[in-house]
Each structure stands twice: as C-alpha cells, then as structure tokens.
C-alpha cells in the first residue's frame, strides 16, 4: 500500500471486478475503502476456485479494504448509508442509475448529503442515448464494442480476460483522481464522474482503427498493421516467438540476418507510409524465415540485432517467470492468511515513498459493527439492525445469485 491518498475516504457500492477494481487501487494508493456489500456478499466471493474463504477473483479485487454488510433495499438501512455518504470524500459505484436511485445513492440524493462528494458511477452505457437502460457486463460490452468482432476471420470472439470491466475500471480512476485534483484546487461543488463502459471501450479500440473515417465520412476503418493476418506470433522450431522489427533500420538488420537484403532496395521500403502498405508481406518473410531455428535461438539473435522480440508464454508460464521473480512480483504479504501463496501488486512504483503493508481483502462484514460504531451507532443500536436484517457481521453466506442491480 502505498500511502500518497491516505486521509481520503472511498464509500464503495460494487460487485465483481470493475467497481472493485477502481476501489482497490484507490485502497492500494492509501486511501480508506469501505466497500457496502449485500448481506449475501459480492457474488464475486462465490466465484471459482475458493480458497481463504473466497474466491479467488474477490481476493483480487478486494485487497486494503474494510467491508460492511448492508441491506440497502431495507428502510431502516438509509440512516446507515446517509451517514457513510456524509463522511465520503468519493463514492463509487456500479449500480444502473434508476437502482442507484431507488436505494438512496443516486447523484442527487448523495449530493444533498454532502455537497463536496466526487461521485463516480460505472454504468454500462451513457445516460443520453438509448442503450442507457441495458444491462452490462465485460462480455456483452465486449460485443457491442466491437472489442469481440475485430478480428472476426471466422467468427467472433471474447478476448479471454475480463477486459472491458478492468480498462473502465482504470477510467473511473483517473476520472476520480482528476475530481479530487480539482477539488483541491478549490471547486466546491459535488462532482460526478460518469463512467459509461460501451463509450470508454470504443474510445479505446478506435484510438488506432478509426483510421480512415478520421478523415472521411465513409473513410474505412481498421489500422491494416495491427488487422494483418501474418501479425501473430511465429512458429519456431520448437515453439512460438513474437518478432516486431519495427522502425526501417529494424527491418534492414533483420532483412539481412534472414538473407533477404535485396528487399530493402524495393522503392516501397525506403518510404513509413508505403512500407506500413506491405506489412502482410514483410509479415509472411518474416514467419517463413522463423521456422527455421528454435525460439531460444531467434532470442540470442534479435537481441543482438536490438529488435524487439519475446518468447510466448502461457498463464502457467509466468508462475515461474525470471524476470517477475527478480522484482517478488507475486509475494504475498506475510499477514495474509497462509492459503494465500501469491497476490498481485500494485505495479506502479513510487520512488521516494515507503510502502505500508497490504492487507487481504476481508471477509464478509469483517468490519461492520467497527464501521457503525465510527458512525455513532451504539451496540443496541447495531444488534437491532442485526436482528431486523439489515446489516450482517458474520462470515457465512450464501453465493450470491442475484446480481440484477448492476450497472
């Protein structure tokens, strides 16, 4: 952890990984997160495999926070969350805007409560147009954001990872960061930080491929180098190997370690706009040419021709990768419970600032009746709620299976 947002205090209203996510880099950064679960848990604690009595996906999500178990649906719940608002710096959530509403965090609502609150949402689609009432999650963004269909050669596909829910995760953080800048400026008024997840993810895919409709009405769209079949990584020998010469010189010394100089003559070469033209060409050159060798081979030599290149690894393979071992990348902190072999860092590193430790992501109202008791509630007060099932401070629950309030 480290510490450069401590004081600033994160009331966090989400599930699974996007939500989660932004809150645990807030957490990671210092700032105190108070992540509200149902009283059945995120449904992420259910996810697979278990192991410290959640899944492996919470732990992940959920590190360096507080958590308290909350019924929002229930009226004797809203004095609990108005007093949690009043004492935020941020709330975040990824709850659709009329579910927001209806549980007492909508914009208004929370700004009344507190008229210097950043408030961000994650929702799935922006509240102007007429997607706004979809639901979303990463793969159904996914497909709407053209993310699944660009490389289409046969049919479409997922990218397998939860990619959409992380990259607006990191948009909700910067949206945030941006927020507290400007409030330490001396804005004075609630912020609210929308996130919407269809126009984040096309933003991000078009940042190469709105190509020619830049210029053009019906300009085509799609960045050729990156949709070449040939740009994949190439059978070696004995396995696979990711090869990018990229700049002219890059070529010509690769060109000539393949026997292939003459190519660096053509009157296409000499010139960025009609080499990038040929890059299905110099891919094919490239692929034959590779096969030749192993892969550990083609790594002695590209790095001796200073030319970009990687052997491939599978997810198994950076378990044990030397370079993330170099730098402990998966050490996990001692505190944490001893099923936990590895947990994944914060990787931004901040010289000149000492880290504090992590802590696991907790369990399942770990933190209620501390959180309450901050919040003025005595212990009469808190096992009345308890009693009426309104808050839980016990770790026992059921998998969540209705998610039907997100985003």
Known sequence: MIPLLKGIHVLEVSTVVMGPLAGQILADLGAEVLKVEPLEGDIARASHPQGAGAGALFINNNRNKKTIA?????????????????????????????????????????????????????VGFGQRGRYRDR???????????????????EEPRFVPTILADKICALHAVYGILAALVARANGRQNAIHVQVPMFEAMVSF???????????????????????????RPHRTRDGWI?????????WRRFLKEIGRPEICSEPWFA??????????????????????CTTAEWIEILSRLDIPCSEVNRLQDLLHDPH??????????????????????QPVIFHGVNALPDRAA???????RDVLRSLSFNDEEIDRLAEVGVVREWNNSKPYSDDSERR
Request: glycine share 6%; net charge negative; hydrophobic share 45%.
């Open 135 to 153: 639901p979303a999650y990463d793969d159904i963004i996914q497909a709407v954001s053209g993310v699944a269909g660009i490389s289409a050669r």
């Open 324 to 345: 993330l071992a170099d730098v402990d990348f998966f050490a996990a902190d001692p505190t944490y419970p001893p099923e936990i072999v590895r947990s994944l860092p």
């Open 205 to 231: 895919l078009l940042n190469e491929h709105l190509a020619g409709a830049t210029f053009s009405e019906e300009g085509n769209v799609g960045y050729p180098r990156i949709l070449s079949a040939h740009r």
């Open 362 to 368: 907790p369990s399942l109202g770990a933190h209620t």
């Open 242 to 250: 990711a090869v990018l010469p990229y700049t002219a010189e890059q």
């Open 70 to 122: 909350l019924d929002l649906k229930k009226p004797d719940a809203r004095p609990v969350i108005e007093r949690m608002i009043a004492r935020a710096d941020i709330l975040l959530h990824n709850l659709r805007p009329d579910s927001a509403g209806r549980l007492g965090i909508g914009f208004d609502a929370a700004a009344q409560i507190n008229s210097r609150l950043i408030y961000c949402s994650a």
């Open 271 to 292: 010139n960025a706009s009609t080499r990038q033209a040929r890059f299905d060409d110099l891919y094919a050159i490239a692929s034959a040419a590779l096969a030749r």
